[in-house]
C-alpha cells in the first residue's frame, strides 16, 4: 500500500556530492504505520547492503563504511527521506534503493535487508576516478 520513488542519482567525479530522494506515496494510515526508513545499496556482481536507517523519532545509524560522510534525514510533512552522499569514491558505485518497515522489525534497526517491506525501484550512482 507504499509506492517510494527514489530520485537524484547521477555520475559524479570522486570527492563530489549527491543527494539522494525518496517519496512516499500512499495513503494516510499506511504511510503513518511505517516504523523506520533505509538506504540501501547494490553494486554489480554483489549482494545488496545497507547504508543507513532513520526511525520515526529521527535516531540515525549508519554502516561503517559510509560514517562521516553520508547523511540521513527526513522531511514528515512531506513523507520524504533523503540521503546527502559526500567525498563520494568509486567504491560507492551502485544501484541505491530506499526501503520502508511497516512491522518494526528487530532487523530494521541492523539495516537488514529482511527488515524491509516496502522498496523503491533503485537509482544509479557512479563515481569516477
Known amino acids: 500500500q507504499v509506492q517510494l520513488v527514489e530520485s537524484g542519482g547521477g555520475s559524479v567525479q570522486a570527492g563530489g556530492s549527491l543527494r539522494l530522494s525518496c517519496a512516499a506515496y500512499?495513503?494516510?494510515?499506511?504511510?503513518?504505520?511505517?516504523?523506520?526508513m533505509g538506504w540501501f545499496r547494490q553494486a554489480p556482481g554483489k549482494e545488496r547492503e545497507g547504508v543507513a536507517v532513520i526511525d520515526s523519532d529521527g535516531s540515525t545509524t549508519y554502516a561503517d563504511s559510509v560514517k562521516g560522510r553520508f547523511t540521513i534525514s527526513q522531511d514528515n510533512a512531506k513523507n520524504t527521506l533523503y540521503l546527502q552522499m559526500n567525498s563520494l569514491k568509486p567504491e560507492d558505485t551502485a544501484v541505491y534503493y530506499c526501503?520502508?518497515?511497516?512491522?518494526?522489525?528487530?532487523?530494521?534497526?541492523?539495516?537488514?535487508?529482511?527488515?524491509?517491506?516496502?522498496w523503491g525501484q533503485g537509482t544509479q550512482v557512479t563515481v569516477s576516478s
Open positions: 500512499g495513503d494516510s494510515y499506511s504511510i503513518s504505520s511505517i516504523s523506520y
Open positions: 526501503a520502508a518497515d511497516s512491522f518494526g522489525s528487530d532487523y530494521a534497526w541492523s539495516i537488514d535487508v529482511r527488515g524491509y517491506n516496502y
